[in-house]
Each structure stands twice: as structure tokens, then as C-alpha cells.
């Protein structure tokens, strides 16, 4: 198998030319790079899906807001370049600040109000910059699958939205979270915790686990077992951004009687570090 490495559009044309003469398929993997198990885990679904799979690195300017962490963001190229050919990645995308947006570059996209909720209500303009970018690297590849984790789930209905707004001929599939052993979900932001943060980090999921079978066991108390939630976040140490319980794809409010279909979404800092998990409500 070839494994290969594009940093600019025209490398990267040149490569998909070559996927396509052969008539090969193609997946695409979009990340920010320092890469572990759950990104790892989206290239072996996109393996599944199409011939090729294509995995772009970019630290996005855009979906940072000021002050958050977009120059310390961990960027190990070479470690990744590694990890996503050993996964079976055929090529790895990963294009500079330039390459993507040349001198002059001026749109942002906006999906509208389930961009603007939860984590866009709290890091303004963030989404923006996920659909932007995303339209961006979707456009340039052409594949005709692309995978998402359900780790930034709200990111992935957005997605969805914009793909389906936009007219492109591209399917979306979801992968499940991957999580370390203690239940915490991996994440590149995890190697910012301290020793006692990460020992603290793992309450989060079982917070999650408690409320959902709370709710799940009376529905009609949804704000009860919410509140009991917010309280033991607090308790633990997490500064609470929101903790929710929203419909699946369309994160609308959601009633006692369909609990079953929705999720539980949570983003809570411990110390500086702002992480975010959800549980879907409906798994046995
Ligand atoms: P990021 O590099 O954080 O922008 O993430 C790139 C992709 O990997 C996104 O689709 C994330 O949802 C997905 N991802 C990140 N962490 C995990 C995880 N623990 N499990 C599953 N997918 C993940």
C-alpha cells in the first residue's frame, strides 16, 4: 500500500488523480492531528467504507476563540504521519495556514441555530469556523465518505446539517467514542490534565452514567436528576459549561416522553482544560 503525504492543494490533487485512475474510492478522516486510539478508530470504520482513506491534519485557526489553545495545541506530525499509515491511512493531508487560506480568503460559513447552542453558545463563533474549514476539506477531497467521531457530537450534527443544506454527495458516518480504561474519553486535550485532573477527569462519564439511568428510571424528574448532576460536577471539582439532555440530531429540547431518544451532553473544565463527553440515551 502507498503511503503518502500532501501539504498543499496541489500535492494533494495529484495524489486523488491517481486514487482515481485506479478507480479507487475514497474516505476522509478530518483531525487536528495528535493523534490517538479514537481517531485511529475513525480510520479503521473509514477502511470499511471505501478504498482509500484520506486523513487530513490541520489545527484550525478558526474554531479557536481568543485565549483558547490553539498555539500550545500539540502538533506531533511525524508521530501522526506514522500512526494514521500504520492504521491503514493511504494518504495524509496536512496542509499549512496558507494553503488553506491564501491571502484574500474572506467566507465563513454559518449553519444556523444547532450551531449556536451548547458548545456555540460558549465558544462564539466556533462552529463557524468547523463548517468553514470542514466545506473546505470535504470540497478539495471529494470523497464519498467521511467520518466523524461521536466524541464532538454536537460537531457532527452540524456536519450533517451543512452536508445536507449544501447539496454535497457525501455520506456522514458516526463513530463511536473511544474511551480509556478509567471511562475517560480520549481526546488530544487530555495531555494538558495534571496528575490530580486526570484522576479526577473519569467522574465525568460516571456522572453521566448515574444521571442517565436516573432519568432513564423517571423520566418525569429529568430536571431533578440534571440538577443532582450539576451538583456532583461541582462537588468533583469541574467548572460546568452546560449539562443537557437534547433529541438526537436535531439537539432540540427534549420531552418526558422521548428520553429514549435523545443524548446527555455534557463540557466541564477541570483547572484550564475544558472537556466534553455525551451518552446516548436510547444504548442499553
Ligand atoms: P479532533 O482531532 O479532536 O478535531 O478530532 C478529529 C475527529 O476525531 C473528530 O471527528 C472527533 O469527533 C474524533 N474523535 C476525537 N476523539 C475521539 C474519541 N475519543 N472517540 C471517537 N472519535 C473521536
Redesign the pocket.
Same mark, same amino acid.
Given at each position: 500500500m502507498q503511503h503518502q503525504l500532501a501539504q498543499d492543494i496541489n500535492a494533494l490533487q495529484q495524489q486523488l488523480m491517481a486514487f482515481a485512475a485506479r478507480q479507487k474510492s475514497v474516505a476522509l478522516?478530518?483531525?487536528?492531528? =495528535? @493523534? #490517538?486510539?479514537? #481517531?485511529l =478508530? @475513525?480510520i479503521t470504520a473509514a477502511k470499511q467504507l471505501a478504498d482509500e482513506v484520506v486523513v487530513s491534519?490541520f489545527v484550525?485557526p478558526k474554531q479557536f476563540g481568543a485565549g483558547e489553545d490553539f498555539t500550545k495545541y500539540p502538533r506531533p506530525l511525524e508521530a501522526d504521519i506514522e500512526a494514521a499509515n500504520k492504521a491503514g491511512a493511504a494518504l495524509i493531508y496536512a496542509p499549512s495556514g496558507d494553503d488553506m487560506y491564501p491571502d484574500g480568503f474572506s467566507t465563513s460559513i454559518s449553519v444556523g441555530p444547532i450551531a449556536d447552542i451548547l458548545c456555540g453558545a460558549h465558544r462564539p463563533g466556533h462552529f463557524d469556523g468547523v463548517a468553514t474549514v470542514v466545506a473546505k476539506l470535504l470540497l478539495r477531497v471529494l470523497p464519498t465518505v467521511t467520518?466523524?467521531?461521536?466524541?464532538?457530537?454536537q460537531? @457532527?450534527c452540524v456536519i450533517r446539517r451543512l452536508v445536507a443544506d449544501m447539496d454535497m454527495p457525501i455520506t456522514i458516518a458516526g463513530?463511536?467514542?473511544?474511551?480509556e480504561e478509567d471511562g475517560l =474519553?480520549?481526546?488530544?486535550?487530555n495531555a494538558y490534565l495534571s496528575e490530580e485532573e486526570r484522576a479526577t477527569a473519569p467522574k465525568l462519564f460516571e456522572i453521566l452514567q448515574t444521571t442517565k439511568s436516573n432519568i432513564l428510571s423517571d423520566a418525569s424528574n429529568v430536571d431533578r436528576a440534571l440538577n443532582a448532576a450539576k451538583a456532583a460536577l461541582k462537588e468533583a471539582g469541574f467548572a460546568l459549561d452546560y449539562l443537557e439532555l437534547r433529541k438526537e440530531h436535531t439537539l432540540e429540547p427534549v420531552g418526558a416522553a422521548d428520553v429514549h431518544n435523545a443524548r446527555l451532553l455534557v463540557a466541564a473544565a477541570l483547572g484550564k482544560t475544558r472537556l466534553i463527553d455525551n451518552i446516548a440515551m436510547g444504548d442499553a
Open positions: 478522516v478530518p483531525t487536528m492531528g =495528535a @493523534l #490517538h486510539a479514537g #481517531h =478508530a @475513525l491534519i484550525n467520518v466523524f467521531g461521536e466524541k464532538d457530537y460537531q @457532527l463513530a463511536a467514542i473511544v474511551r =474519553a480520549m481526546s488530544s486535550r
